[in-house]
């Protein structure tokens, strides 16, 4: 059985930081790309930033580029994401997924992803 697990989330004033942490317990976590998604209430899941398997080619939505950063640590099996300068419109449940199948690119796609964490709730005030 595959447990992801987040941490990291909390409440802040706009432009503060944050780091979340993800990682995927009972699977080989270093083979697999790593997305994060976000959730508001009564809004669909929208894909917010991914890496590949080997920590290369991170992409992201165009509504956190230049401000967010997904990175890997191998040796930690952990990956993280860097969020400076946040907006009261990043509020959200931040979920973690790991991609199907072995050495992926890291899909934007919400079905791409097999294993989800419980979500960590980031919320910024203005």
């Known amino acids: 059985q595959v447990r992801v697990e987040e941490s990291g989330g909390g409440l802040v004033q706009a432009g503060d930081s944050l780091r979340l942490s993800c990682r995927a317990i009972?699977?080989?976590?270093?083979?697999?790309?790593i997305a994060w998604f976000r959730q508001t209430p009564g809004k669909d899941r929208e894909f917010v930033a991914a890496?590949?398997?080997?920590?290369?080619?991170?992409h992201y939505a165009d509504s956190v580029k230049g401000r967010f950063t997904i990175s890997r640590d191998k040796v930690k099996a952990t990956v993280y994401l860097q969020m400076n300068n946040l907006k009261p419109e990043d509020t959200a449940a931040y979920y973690c997924?790991?991609?199907?199948?072995?050495?992926?690119?890291?899909?934007?796609?919400?079905?791409?992803?097999?294993?989800w964490g419980q979500g960590t709730q980031v919320t910024v005030s203005s």
């Open positions: 997924a790991v991609e199907k199948g072995l050495y992926g690119l890291g899909s934007t796609d919400y079905d791409d992803y097999d294993y």
């Open positions: 890496i590949n398997w080997a920590g290369a080619s991170p």
């Open positions: 009972g699977r080989t976590f270093n083979v697999y790309a």
